[in-house]
């Protein structure tokens, strides 16, 4: 099955730095997305890449994708303590009837201190 | 900016319990899902739905559950006889339709079985 596996688990940097965070899958894949998840929160959509895109910018984020080594790097630039929170990478899976569902790995814990 | 909603965000209830947790998606979206997430692990697909019928289920999705969308705005996850094991964050998701993969997560509901 498709699974994004992120590293590192936990990335602790001060405000101002740029976080780099990795996510590693194990099929092709059509797209994937970066989520973010505040503590005890739900899922937000971050960006989307399509398989045929290497890099997506969206305002201090980045994306890349290298389809031949299966992974994808998200980029926080200049971080704020706003953006502590989880990170995930989530792959699609379709269903028939055009559904889908995502599957996602175990995230990066980012802790930006102010 | 319209947004998944879900009741209630904390549910306590006793092994063996009738639990149903409530979901209001996106007016406009088609397709409908749920999600679990178990403290510590990774967020899990349970099931799909679109057009009143259940489009795709995983394995944990078994006959202990079902979902329902009694109206035109609800959608809900009934547990029929609770196990400690399905103590969890439940997210409800939706999405646009055919080939719009963003999913939009509401902020989930714990459910706690004693």
């Known amino acids: 099955s498709q699974q994004g596996e992120e590293d590192p688990q936990a990335l602790s940097i001060q405000e101002g730095e740029n976080a780099t965070m990795n996510c590693s899958y194990k099929t092709s894949i059509n797209n994937l997305q970066w989520y973010r998840q505040n503590s005890g929160r739900g899922l937000v959509h971050l960006i989307l890449?399509?398989?045929?895109?290497r890099e997506k910018h969206s305002g201090r984020l980045r994306v890349t994708l290298d389809t031949s080594k299966k992974s994808s790097s998200l980029l926080i630039t200049a971080s704020r303590a706003a953006d502590t929170a989880s990170y995930f990478c989530a792959t699609v899976l379709r269903h028939r009837a055009g559904s889908y569902q995502l599957t996602f790995g175990k995230g990066t814990k980012l802790s930006v201190i102010p | 900016e319209p947004e998944v909603t879900q009741t209630p965000s904390h549910q306590v209830t006793q092994m063996g319990q009738e639990v149903i947790l409530r979901c209001v998606p996106i007016s406009n979206h088609l397709y409908f899902y749920w999600y679990r997430q178990i403290l510590g692990q990774k967020v899990e697909f349970l099931v799909s739905f679109y057009n009143n019928e259940i489009s795709e289920k995983s394995e944990i999705f078994d006959d202990q559950f079902s979902v329902e969308r009694p109206d035109g705005s609800n959608f809900t996850l009934k547990i029929r006889s609770t196990k400690l094991e399905d103590s969890a964050m439940y997210f409800c998701?939706?999405?646009?339709?055919?080939?719009?993969?963003?999913?939009?997560f509401g902020p989930g509901t714990r459910l706690t079985v004693t």
């Open positions: 890449i399509r398989s045929n895109e």
């Open positions: 998701a939706s999405s646009e339709g055919p080939r719009v993969y963003e999913q939009y």
